[in-house]
């Protein structure tokens, strides 16, 4: 039986997850503010964090491009227990990272864009 959209997307999430200890739980969500999937713990409000995460890469897109720094390529906030990395999948959606504050950036940063990549192709 083939999986559906769905499930290859949470799939891939999860090995984002798995292969990068440093990522605590993601999703990836509409630019319209909808949840596609997720891994992200029981605590956490989906619907808060898709509606969160498309006014930020919203909000992230018109500041580069009003401030002349081109296409938009990541947004993240960095609180006092770790960061909220957000990257665009496509056109049509965004993929959001809770991340531990000891994480190595360079790293996330690169495994979040191959999983972007991979997402792209799903979305």
Same mark, same amino acid.
């Given at each position: 039986?083939?999986? +559906?959209?769905? =499930? ?5 999430? %999860?090995?984002? =997850? #798995?292969?990068? @200890?440093?990522? *605590?739980?993601?999703?990836?969500? +509409? ?9 992200? @713990? ?12 498309? $006014?930020?890469? #919203?909000?992230?897109?018109?500041? &580069?491009? *009003?401030?002349?720094?081109? $296409?938009?390529? =990541? ?5 006092? #227990? ?14 959001? &990272?809770?991340? %531990?504050? +000891? &994480? ?10 191959? &999983? ?8």
């Amino acid at each position: 039986m083939a999986k +559906s959209r769905t =499930q290859l997307i949470v799939d891939r999430l %999860r090995d984002l =997850q #798995s292969g990068t @200890p440093d990522i *605590e739980a993601s999703a990836v969500v +509409s630019v319209d503010g909808l949840i596609m999937a997720s891994e992200l @713990p029981t605590d956490v409000e989906e619907d808060r964090v898709s509606a969160m995460s498309a $006014a930020m890469i #919203s909000l992230g897109e018109r500041i &580069a491009g *009003e401030l002349g720094r081109g $296409a938009l390529d =990541q947004v993240y906030v960095r609180g006092g #227990s770790g960061f909220v990395i957000l990257m665009a999948v496509g056109e049509e959606a965004v993929l959001t &990272a809770l991340v %531990r504050e +000891s &994480a190595k950036l360079g790293l996330v940063f690169l495994d979040m864009k191959r &999983a972007a990549d991979d997402l792209g192709k799903l979305v």
